[in-house]
């Protein structure tokens, strides 16, 4: 083989295997965002990246041959979903947000790469000698990261891909370990070792690979590898399903822009008795491991007298909402004495705060940028049709930006929430975009930002700074059962801050709620009625911690997402303590 045709197919080969292993995270990602969110699930997954490659590149301490390694790399994609899964929730069971995903990522996805690195260069495509093993690993380490984006898009295509393409990849990996079991082997053109391995000469080890290579078909047969399939349903789920065992019934489950949607219903069982404080009678929208929010149903359904309750699309009825954050971003329609005639939302949920808006007859406008949370809030939660020209499934930057100010009515309010999975889209909280959201205001509009955090954090005071040098007068409110805070709650409690923002000169303030205001709602009344009891003071807010290495968040200086990373694993913790284990195993 001469150099230039050494170098193609070294080349070439060296893709096709990124390639793979991009496929292989991008599977192994699906099954874990789901049960530990995206901030502890790729914590350490790139630098596991770059040891796969390292080890199965330096494959000298592998005393296998290269059917054997394929024939391994077979087995271990039979077995990937099903291990995947139950590795993962078991970890997760543990209550270990940083050791749980590594834990996975160690057992399973790792030997997967290392067998798909060690047989790189197996067939004599070695790299050319400037491609060390150390310089594929850094290859592996920017590169395959930048592939998932492509191989997510590519398995989304697929109802059950964690079965169907590593059952493809079995099938592939063990066509290659039965034509090197046929064909003679290609001399190894790298310096022999000094010291042969006597395993890789025992004729014995040597039988009974070959045999289970010969076995190892019967396990590609659909009812012989079924029991390996992944629990984890279809997406999009054809249609409702009831678990056979666990009070939950799973409505709608699909891959979407943001992640898994997941909407589901538990019930209350015999066990149950009266309205204790257990989760049950609840119906939730789940992104990933991310409680984007919940209405009670059945028994604790409640309303106050002379209200009728609200009810979804198929009639069904509806209670309050399980979070206090969107009942409390309702208290903008109580500022100033003010008629408002149009509002804005940005991030929907499951409606909450929307859903009020259009019952006190205010046009209101939804940008929301995952199509599926939209539908499952229309179907399953009981938004109303906003109306035409009224909803835009997209980035809310991109929204904002190209509308013509012009041209377009200006909104009296905009609520602004858009908090998910341990952290926000750091791009919609930057200076210039809280410029451009002032543009499609009234002059004397309100912006209604949602933020969850801890009071005393630097996270939460760079929002708030940044967010003044656009609107002045900001007041903010906690969403916590009890409206009265302890010192040790600003640092300990993980909670929603609501602010209320505006740069008009007038003062910002509110009026007493009435029965008009609530709308039927016991929560309501009750945040509501002591809304004025909430407000957190905004000394705790303008200190700078000795941390603090950031004013305000820039287009050009942006640490917000950065900063985030540690209340990812928290909100972890968080999410475990609303829903129970079991809850988030099924999706």
Known sequence: MNTMTHLISSSASACATFIVAATATSLHERTLIPLYATIPTKHHLDSLLAVAVLLGHSQ???????????????????????????VAATTARWGWPVLGPLTAHVTTLLPILVMLFSVLPIYGLYPWPLLTSASLAGCAYFVVPWLTLFTNQLISYFPNPDGTIYHALAIGAYGFAWINYQTPQIPDPLPAPKKKSKRLNNPQKTRSWSTLAWISPLLLVPPLHK??????????????????????????SVESVTGLIVVGEIHRTSSEQGLDQAMHSVRFMRANHSLLGGLW???????????DPWTDSFGDQLGDSVYAAFNIQEAVLLANHREFKNGLIIGLGTGVSATAFMRHNIATTI????????????TYFGLPDPGPGKVFLEDARTWVNARDTNRAELFDFVVHDCFSGGGVPEHIFTVEFFHELKKIMVDDGILV?????????????????????????????HDQLKPELTPEQHAADLMNIVWFCTSSSEALEFRESDDGDWLGSPLRRHVLSNFSQREIPNELLTSIGPASNYTIITDADNQLGKMQDALGFHHWQVMREVMSDVYWEIF
């Open 60 to 86: 000298r301490w592998l005393p296998l041959t290269k059917s054997q390694r394929w024939l391994l790399l077979s087995i271990l994609c039979l077995v990937a979903p099903i291990g995947t899964f139950w």
């Open 449 to 477: 930002l949602n933020v969850a955090g801890f009071i005393d954090s630097e996270t939460i005071r760079l929002v708030f700074r940044t967010v003044t040098q656009v609107f002045p007068q900001c007041r903010g409110y």
């Open 367 to 378: 940008v929301e940028i995952d199509p599926a949370v939209y539908e499952a809030a229309r």
């Open 227 to 252: 029991p390996l399939s992944s629990p984890i349903l279809p997406h999009p789920l054809p249609k409702p399903f009831r678990h056979p065992e666990v009070p939950l019934t799973i409505l709608s």
């Open 297 to 307: 149903t059945d028994i604790k359904v409640f309303v106050l007298e002379g209200w």
